[in-house]
């Protein structure tokens, strides 16, 4: 896999894609704020039956791909072997996440939702290339 992404451009091009997510998910909050629900019928399984719960979970979803953003930049600035191999550990966790996100969003039943799998396996495969790359320590 190495040969195909850089670890680089893998950090790289994650970091755009959650950063783009987190950008998403704010203008979802934003609009559902301003009574604007049309998000509420297409994301969350569309089972989501009032702005409070979708709000709560749209926070929810901000806070945790802040947190794998963190990650990100964690493993890559990192000097200490533990803080990459803390690193290592929750990016794992996260590359779990989305991939049982993606099969989520596979199953869903709006195409809003569906399409949103190929971003979330992306996100899963650059995670897996970050995390494979192996721990040195840095001077």
């Not at 099969?103 to 709006?110: C, D, Q, R």
């Not at 971003?119 to 995390?131: D, E, Q, S, Y």
Request: glycine letters at 4%; proline letters at 1%.
């Amino acid at each position: 896999m190495s040969q195909i992404i850089t670890f680089q451009k893998a950090l790289t091009v994650s970091q755009l894609l959650i950063g783009f997510l987190i950008a998403f998910h704010i203008l979802i909050v934003s609009l559902t704020l301003f009574e604007i629900d049309f998000f509420m019928k297409y994301t969350w399984g569309g089972e989501i039956k009032s702005s409070d719960e979708f709000i709560k979970l749209e926070m929810v979803s901000i806070l945790a791909s802040s947190f794998c953003f963190s990650l990100i930049l964690l493993r890559n600035r990192a000097k200490s072997k533990i803080w990459l191999i803390i690193s290592r550990i929750g990016l794992s966790l996260f590359f779990f996440m989305f991939l049982l996100n993606t099969l989520g969003n596979i199953l869903a039943a709006s195409i809003f939702e569906k399409s949103l799998a190929l971003v979330t396996i992306l996100i899963a495969v650059l995670l897996l290339r970050i995390i494979l790359e192996p721990i040195r320590k840095r001077s």
